[in-house]
């Protein structure tokens, strides 16, 4: 168990659809970062927070957004969804952001697009 | 970021040790060798990270060569459930460049 809680593990929905994703880091970690997963592309980062501001911006397509709250806790909003975004979606924290230190990842959201 | 190669697969016996390589031939002097694992759709897991001396912790241990252009990780006595993608990674740190980038990474297969 790394800590870091996402919800929900599965969802399935339409195209067209929106969903939002949540993420909560372990206690004491400031910064959030999200990754995508599918089967072609392998592992892509999305974004980072760090203590509630956006600190680096990945592959992240403009119909997704995200945010991290006062308590840290972060969502990951995805809006008009293609069956492309059929993916599993990781958060994960670390203490600071400077670049250094590990990563824990949750167990993942697994987005089903129909 | 410098970028990594890894072999796509390798295969290692239960209870031998496995040595994954990783070439990183473009590494400046601020960056480190980081080393993930992915267990069949799990979240990726943390091994261990060093900068240019070799490194061991209760999971691996990682061998950097002098020059750093290349490492290995060691899982001293491989068990069944170290079957997974090994993902090296090479990171600077400071600055504004926090992210990991993954590539394809090498999958480990345990054999009983």
């Known amino acids: 168990d790394s800590g870091v809680t996402q919800t929900p593990k599965h969802l399935i929905t339409a195209t067209g659809q929106r969903v939002t994703l949540r993420c909560s880091p372990r206690?004491?970690?400031?910064?959030v970062y999200w990754y995508q997963q599918s089967l072609d592309q392998g592992l892509q980062f999305l974004i980072q927070?760090?203590?509630?501001?956006?600190?680096a911006k990945g592959n992240i397509l403009e119909r997704f957004s995200a945010q991290q709250f006062p308590d840290l806790h972060s969502e990951l909003n995805l809006s008009s969804l293609e069956l492309g975004d059929s993916a599993l979606y990781f958060c994960?924290?670390?203490?600071?952001?400077?670049?250094?230190?590990?990563?824990?990842f949750g167990e993942g959201s697994r987005l089903t697009v129909l | 970021d410098a970028k990594t190669t890894q072999p796509t697969s390798m295969d290692c016996a239960e209870g031998r040790a496995a040595n994954l390589p990783c070439n990183h031939s473009?590494?400046?002097?601020?960056?480190?060798v980081y080393w993930y694992r992915q267990i069949h759709s799990q979240g990726p897991q943390y091994i261990i990270h060093?900068?240019?001396n070799n490194e061991t912790n209760e999971m691996a241990s990682l061998i950097i060569t002098e020059d750093r252009k290349s490492s290995t990780l060691i899982l001293p006595h491989a068990t069944l459930r170290d079957t997974a993608v090994y993902y090296c990674?090479?990171?600077?740190?400071?600055?504004?460049?926090?992210?990991?980038?993954f590539g394809k990474g090498t999958l480990l297969t345990v054999n009983p």
């Open positions: 994960a924290s670390s203490v600071g952001g400077d670049g250094t230190g590990e990563l824990f």
């Open positions: 206690s004491g970690d400031l910064s």
């Open positions: 927070y760090y203590n509630g501001e956006e600190r």
């Open positions: 473009t590494i400046s002097g601020n960056e480190y």
């Open positions: 060093g900068l240019k």
């Open positions: 990674i090479v990171r600077s740190s400071g600055g504004s460049n926090y992210k990991l980038t």
